[in-house]
Each structure stands twice: as structure tokens, then as C-alpha cells.
């Protein structure tokens, strides 16, 4: 099955600074690659996710990249703010085949600091 | 409001019982999925349904089962054969399988 590696663990960063976050995948065939978002207590909201198909998508703030070769990905946040404080999940997955499953990896908690 | 319900948000229960947590969606909804959070850990999946009547055990399923007798509801049940069920349950919901899940505010569950 599929295996999502994410990297760091745990990201502080300076307000108005970026923070990257890098995630891994194992199968070749996935093709697509959701970021969510987790506030305390809450459940995740997806963020912005991008298909195998593109290798860069952009959301005000946000971005994500896609290397097909290296199977990595890697969230992007620029000029960071305290709300951007939060857990990040990546995630990968098969989609077009029945038996559709997101495989997660174990999460970046990233806080910013004021 | 449309959305995606689960309830309670916390949940005490005894060794050796079984528990049910609820979860409701007015999406309209065809797939509904839950997953269980450890800390440190992403989330992994322990039962997903496609369309009424029908559901597939996930990578977790050992301990738990589950119903999909209705679209709009999807309960998972913690058995007396979960052997560490403490642990924070979320349930989602997208349009069908593969499109962009939903996910409810989740339930805390602990053994006590």
C-alpha cells in the first residue's frame, strides 16, 4: 500500500516569514495529493491539493509543488500569519479506481510566532 | 446549514463495552469514510461506504463495524475487541469516491 512520509514534525516560524513543509509518497501510481488543514479540536479542512497531471498550484498565500520523479511534494506558505498556526496533513492517493483511499502522512505542527 | 455531524464530541466508556458514534451528513453525500487520529500519527482509515447498504473495511478495521442503512448517516461502533480504542474518530463525506472529503469536527473517545 501506500506510504506518505512528512517532514518536519514540528515547524516554528517568524510572522511574515514562509514555512515549507515536504512530504514523500511510495507508489508511483498515485495521482493525487490533498493538504489539509487541522485547527485544535476541529477536524482537517482541505487547503488546497494538486493532481499528478500539474506541477505547481498556487492559492493566494499557498502553493504546492509536485516532483513525479522523486515522488515528493511540498506545501508551500508565504508571509505567515499567527491563524496560519495549525496541524498540516498531506496525503496521496489512487483516484479513478474503485477502491479509492487517502493515505496520510503523520502531520506538521506549525506555529507562528509573533 | 449543510454539513457534516458528529456526536457526542466526547466519549467516556468502560473496559469491555461496546460504543456507537453517530455521524450525519445533509450533503447528500453518496461516500462516507471514518478514520481514527492518534497523536503523532496521520490519520488512518478504518471503514468507507461508496452507496447505501454497501461498506469496505479500511487498513484498521479490526474492533469496529459498521451500518450505512440510510445516505444520510454512517455509525461507527467501537467493540469490546478494540484493543486500544482511545483515540480521537473522524468522520467524512465527498460527492463519490476519489472527490473532496468532508470531514466532521470528530468525537474524542476514551477507555476508562
Known amino acids: 500500500g501506500e506510504n506518505v512520509e512528512q517532514h518536519p514534525s514540528t515547524l516554528s516560524v517568524q510572522e511574515g516569514d514562509s514555512a515549507v513543509i515536504k512530504c514523500t509518497y511510495s507508489?508511483?501510481?498515485?495521482?493525487?495529493f490533498p493538504w489539509y488543514k487541522q485547527e485544535l479540536g476541529k477536524g482537517p479542512q482541505l487547503i488546497i491539493d494538486?493532481?499528478?497531471?500539474?506541477g505547481e498550484k498556487k492559492d493566494q498565500r499557498i502553493a504546492v509543488t509536485l516532483n513525479k520523479t522523486a515522488k515528493h511534494f511540498s506545501l508551500h506558505i508565504t508571509e505567515t500569519q499567527p491563524e496560519d498556526s495549525a496541524v498540516y496533513f498531506c496525503?496521496?492517493?489512487?483516484?479513478?479506481?474503485?477502491?479509492?483511499?487517502?493515505?496520510f502522512g503523520a502531520g506538521t505542527t506549525v506555529t507562528v510566532r509573533a | 446549514d449543510g454539513g457534516i455531524t458528529q456526536s457526542p464530541k466526547y466519549l467516556f466508556r468502560k473496559e469491555g463495552q461496546n460504543v456507537t458514534l453517530s455521524c450525519e451528513q445533509n450533503?447528500?453525500?453518496?461516500?462516507m469514510y471514518w478514520y481514527r487520529q492518534d497523536p503523532g500519527q496521520g490519520l488512518r482509515l478504518i471503514y468507507y461506504?461508496?452507496?447505501?447498504?454497501?461498506?469496505q473495511k479500511g487498513d484498521i478495521a479490526e474492533g469496529y463495524s459498521v451500518s450505512r442503512e440510510k445516505k444520510e448517516s454512517f455509525p461507527l461502533t467501537v467493540t469490546s475487541a478494540q484493543k486500544n480504542p482511545t483515540a480521537f474518530y473522524l468522520c467524512?463525506?465527498?460527492?463519490?469516491?476519489?472527490?473532496?472529503?468532508?470531514f466532521g469536527q470528530g468525537t474524542r473517545l476514551t477507555v476508562v
Open positions: 467524512a463525506s465527498s460527492l463519490g469516491l476519489g472527490a473532496e472529503a468532508f
Open positions: 507508489d508511483s501510481a498515485s495521482n493525487y
Open positions: 494538486i493532481r499528478s497531471n500539474v
Open positions: 496525503a496521496a492517493s489512487i483516484r479513478g479506481i474503485y477502491d479509492y483511499k487517502l493515505s
Open positions: 450533503l447528500n453525500h453518496d461516500a
Open positions: 461506504s461508496q452507496i447505501v447498504n454497501d461498506f
